[in-house]
C-alpha cells in the first residue's frame, strides 16, 4: 500500500526566513493601515474678525495625511469640526456689532472643546458678556498651538 500523505521536506533555515519575512510584511502593512487613520491635524487660533470694532478669533486646522490616503470618517471629522466653528462665527458677525471675542480650543478625552468668552455689543446697543462652550461629540487627535 503506498502512503497517503504528501512530505515537504523543506529546511530549517529556509522556514525561519519565511517566517521572518512574513512577520515583516505584516508590521508594515500594519503601520501602513495605522497612519492612514492617524493624519497630522495641527488646530491653530489667528486673530480674525470682519470690520473695525468686531473682532472674533478663528480657528486654522491643517491636516497631514501620513500617507497617501485618508479614510474618510477622518476627513468628516475635521469638516464638522469646522461647520460647528463657522456657524458660531456667523452667529457672532450677524448679531453683534462691536466686541473682543476670544476663541479657546482644548481637547478632552480625544474631543474638541471650542469655549467662546469675552464682552460684544449686540445690534441693539446692549453689552453682553459672551461665555459659549460647543463640545464635539466625535473623536478628535490633533495638535493645538
Known amino acids: 500500500m503506498k502512503n497517503q500523505y504528501i ?19 505584516c508590521g508594515i502593512g500594519g503601520y501602513y493601515i495605522w497612519c492612514s487613520y492617524h493624519p497630522i491635524v495641527d488646530i491653530q487660533v489667528v486673530d480674525g474678525g470682519r470690520g473695525k ?10 491636516v497631514a495625511p501620513r500617507t497617501r490616503m485618508m479614510p474618510s470618517f477622518v476627513e468628516l471629522n475635521e469638516r464638522k469640526l469646522w461647520i460647528q466653528y463657522d456657524h458660531m ?12 471675542i476670544k476663541l479657546h480650543v482644548e481637547l478632552k478625552d480625544h474631543k474638541a472643546i471650542l469655549k467662546y468668552t469675552g464682552n460684544a455689543t449686540n445690534l441693539e446697543g446692549q453689552e453682553e458678556k459672551i461665555d459659549t462652550e460647543i463640545v464635539c461629540d466625535y473623536a478628535l487627535d490633533a495638535n493645538i498651538s
Open 7 to 25: 512530505e515537504f521536506k523543506i529546511k530549517k533555515k529556509y522556514l525561519c526566513i519565511s517566517i521572518i519575512l512574513l512577520m515583516l510584511l
Open 53 to 62: 470694532d468686531l473682532k472674533v478669533q478663528t480657528i486654522s486646522v491643517v
Open 89 to 100: 462665527n456667523e452667529y457672532f458677525l450677524n448679531n453683534y456689532k462691536a466686541g473682543d
